[in-house]
Nanobody, 125 residues
């Protein structure tokens, strides 16, 4: 398994969740890692991306200030800490390989076609 995501669930508005994505050594070396989400009837959205080799980060405007992406190089793991969750954050969240250059240029888009399984985040009272 190249990417393995976990951590979704049901949470009330204002609550928090942390998603985790474990990557293979190959992916960790050559790609950035991103979190993408897709809600029913909506297009897929790039939520946040992080490079494994520098401190460049990307956040979508919709999550800026509420979500924090981080990495643990010893564990080849990327985390997405989601705070102050809103009902509109409800979606299936996927981790995927992203372009390192894209993150350096301030963008976040899938690159390399490696995807973890989706994890459902439901924000509801």
């Amino acid at each position: 398994v190249q990417l393995q995501a976990s951590g979704g669930g049901l949470v009330q508005p204002g609550g928090s969740l942390r998603l985790s994505c474990v990557a293979s050594e190959f992916i960790w070396e050559y790609y950035a890692i991103g979190w993408f989400r897709q809600a029913p009837g909506k297009e897929r959205e790039g939520v946040s991306c992080i490079s494994s080799s520098d401190d460049r980060l990307y956040y979508a405007d919709s999550v800026l200030g509420r979500f924090t992406i981080s990495r643990d190089n010893d564990k080849n793991t990327v985390y997405l800490q989601m705070n102050s969750l809103k009902p509109e954050d409800t979606a299936v969240y996927y981790c995927a390989t992203a372009s390192k250059k894209g993150v350096q240029d301030g963008t976040c888009f899938p690159h390399g076609n490696w995807w973890g399984q989706g994890t459902l985040v439901t924000v509801s009272s």
